[in-house]
């Protein structure tokens, strides 16, 4: 009591305790998620028997559909060590983004697969959740009034799964692990690591929050007692993971690179609240790619941005890189595939997303970080910026934005003004500031010389 009403005489809060704070509120918004999507899926299933026989089964035949061309497209996609001999890959894969600038001669920031798990394997880690008998009694009662079910049912695959063995992997799997490294899937980071990485207040992965007396968390891994083990069962990577994507899913462990630029800032995450106060993010830029052309580039961080000669200069050194990694896809025969692009081609609704991403191109993002070490490099590759889903466009939140279209990505955008808010679709493209945000290619380019003619003049005094 007396340090929150120390915070409202306008103390400012310790780091550590914000910390802490947001690992806990972390893990209980994922257990609150996670019971109303049982709610949900409860309450759509009883809706769906709800329907007449000939509706129910026309439901279930559609959802077969669906899975079967999932399915069909991801067991065509190509492995990591198969790239350099091009097909489809999926885009969200770390792994092959890694070999491709490998290929490009682009630094990049390593990651190795320290574990791998099936499907089977994943599903059995993630809790059992117990429903009330009333609700399965009932819930199966009017499934077998529509689909007679057989007396003697298979056993689940995951049932032969030996849960020991397999907590077992996840702490071995960290036995060898640096203390500076930090754990993510080969699809994407954790929720506790977006979440600390968010409000600016973490700058080392060996950082540990405690959330009970033997439990502490940390990037992308857990300690129990005294030993680690992936955090396997993130709430975040679990959803990436089931949204089509190949049967197995990977985890790496990364070294945690110290960045060359911070930018400091309040941060827009917690203003007006209790736990308003300052930021700290590294300086980080997306390119995005559409139909095998680079279309723009943003700073990862808009809140952080600043219209200056060298963010100019790094922004366009990203998109250099970028264009070397998209050279080698392109001489490669390289296709990148995302589900939610690949499942919306058939739809009426969707026309205008075989325009603009066209079937077998390029069409993806690419996001580089200024190290101290290895100086602009490669930190990972997603999905493309596209209306029903996928990157997010950054700095062009305060471009033109329409409902269909989404962002247009265009220029080079390096912040925001103050007026668009990240987490307020409403803003977007909305802005009532008069201030230059989105460059054009041209503009940058002219920015950009001057900055290298200061380091040239810096050169020449030193010499």
């Known amino acids: 009591m007396i340090y929150l009403f120390s915070l409202h005489r306008g103390y400012?809060?310790?780091?550590?305790?914000?910390?802490?704070?947001?690992?806990?509120?972390?893990?209980?918004?994922?257990?609150?998620?996670?019971?109303?999507?049982?709610?949900?899926?409860?309450?759509?299933?009883?809706?769906?028997?709800?329907?007449s026989k000939s509706n129910f089964l026309e439901t279930i035949d559609k959802i077969n559909k669906i899975e079967e061309k999932i399915?069909?497209?991801?067991?065509?996609?190509?492995?990591?060590?198969?790239?350099?001999?091009?097909?489809?890959?999926?885009?969200?894969?770390?792994?092959?983004?890694?070999?491709?600038?490998?290929?490009?001669?682009?630094?990049?920031?390593?990651g190795d697969v320290i574990l791998t798990l099936s499907e089977e394997e994943y599903e059995k880690l993630h809790k059992e959740i117990q429903i009330p008998d009333f609700i399965t009694n009932s819930f199966n009662k009017r499934l077998n009034n529509i689909i007679p079910q057989p007396e003697n049912i298979s056993k689940n695959e995951t049932e032969s799964v030996d849960t020991t063995l397999l907590r077992d992997k996840l702490f071995t799997a960290m036995d060898n692990v640096p203390a500076n490294y930090m754990v993510r899937s080969h699809l994407c980071g954790g929720n506790m690591l977006k979440s600390l990485?968010?409000?600016?207040?973490?700058?080392?992965?060996?950082?540990?929050?405690?959330?009970?007396?033997?439990?502490t968390v940390g990037a992308g891994h857990v300690t129990v007692g005294n030993r680690r083990m992936v955090d396997a069962t993130d709430d975040r990577i679990m959803k990436t993971f089931v949204s089509g994507h190949k049967p197995e899913i990977h985890f790496l462990a990364r070294p945690w690179m110290k960045p060359k630029r911070y930018g400091v800032c309040e941060d827009p995450h917690r203003h007006g609240s209790a736990f308003a106060g300052k930021g700290m993010w590294p300086h980080e830029w997306r390119v995005f790619i559409e139909n095998n052309k680079i279309v723009g580039v943003s700073t990862y961080y808009p809140w952080i941005g600043e219209v200056t000669a060298e963010n100019a200069f790094k922004a366009l050194e990203a998109v250099n890189l970028a264009q070397k990694i998209l050279d080698t896809m392109i001489e490669s025969n390289c296709v990148t595939k995302h589900m939610d692009t690949e499942l919306s081609r058939d739809s009426k609704h969707f026309d205008f997303m075989n325009d603009k991403f066209p079937e077998n191109?390029?069409?993806?993002?690419?996001?580089?970080?200024?190290?101290?070490?290895?100086?602009?490099?490669?930190?990972?590759?997603?999905?493309?910026?596209?209306?029903?889903?996928?990157a997010h466009p950054c700095g062009f939140i305060s471009g033109s934005f329409n409902n269909k279209l989404g962002c247009n990505i265009n220029g080079v955008a390096l912040k925001i003004p103050s007026d668009v808010i990240l987490a307020d679709i409403q803003t977007w493209g909305r802005s009532n500031s008069t201030e230059k945000c989105i460059l054009t290619w041209d503009e940058a380019k002219t920015l950009a010389y001057q900055y290298e003619e200061e380091k040239e003049n810096t050169y020449r005094m030193k010499l």
Request: net charge negative.
């Open 197 to 215: 990485a968010g409000i600016g207040t973490v700058d080392s992965p060996d950082k540990l929050f405690q959330v009970d007396e033997t439990i």
């Open 71 to 110: 399915l069909t497209e991801t067991s065509t996609w190509i492995e990591p060590e198969q790239i350099k001999n091009g097909g489809s890959f999926d885009t969200m894969d770390l792994r092959h983004w890694i070999e491709l600038a490998k290929l490009s001669n682009v630094p990049y920031i390593e």
């Open 12 to 51: 400012t809060m310790e780091k550590s305790y914000l910390n802490r704070l947001i690992a806990n509120l972390t893990l209980q918004s994922e257990q609150r998620n996670s019971n109303l999507q049982i709610r949900r899926l409860f309450a759509a299933a009883f809706k769906t028997l709800n329907k």
């Open 361 to 390: 191109t390029i069409s993806c993002t690419l996001d580089f970080m200024e190290t101290e070490e290895l100086g602009m490099a490669l930190l990972e590759g997603g999905p493309a910026h596209t209306p029903i889903g996928g």
